[in-house]
């Protein structure tokens, strides 16, 4: 999956939605940048499967030497699925934050915080005038 198929949240995670048997399901991530910024990640903290959650409301953290991070669900809906190997492995989100980097799957069930992200092109250009990329 590429970055400039994706579309951003102001807090850094990105989202691709992908019709599923007639069921609209985000994947969200962290981007590469929000990585970037956190540096040593050491720990992850995932959100329960059948767990409903509105666009802007915390879903889990990520910890690393710096700080802990709170992660931000950019849509409405129910996780359906998390990535379980993600909190072990870590160092996935620094070599692959838009494949394998995934964090949790919802289904979507209001699609109305979609038209609030940005694409790409709007993402690199908020890092950029953030002073941070």
């Known amino acids: 999956m590429k970055p400039e198929e994706l579309l951003f949240s102001e807090t850094h995670e990105w989202v691709r939605v992908q019709d599923e048997g007639g069921v609209k399901v985000a994947t969200i991530g962290i981007s590469a940048f929000a990585v970037e910024q956190l540096t040593d990640l050491v720990f992850m903290e995932l959100p329960p499967v059948g767990k409903f959650v509105a666009a ?7 910890e690393s030497v710096k700080a802990v991070s709170p992660l931000y669900s950019p849509v409405d809906g129910e996780i359906i699925d998390v990535n379980r190997d993600l909190p072990d ?11 394998a980097g ?24 908020q890092c950029a005038e953030a002073g941070e990329g």
Not at 56 to 62: C, D, H, I, K
Not at 107 to 115: G, P, Q
């Open 102 to 125: 995934w964090i949790v799957k919802v289904r979507l069930t209001d699609e109305t915080a979609l038209s609030k992200l940005m694409d790409y092109a709007a993402y690199q250009k």
């Open 89 to 99: 492995r870590l160092e996935t989100l620094n070599q692959d934050p838009y494949n």
């Open 56 to 62: 802007g409301q915390e879903l889990g953290e990520v």
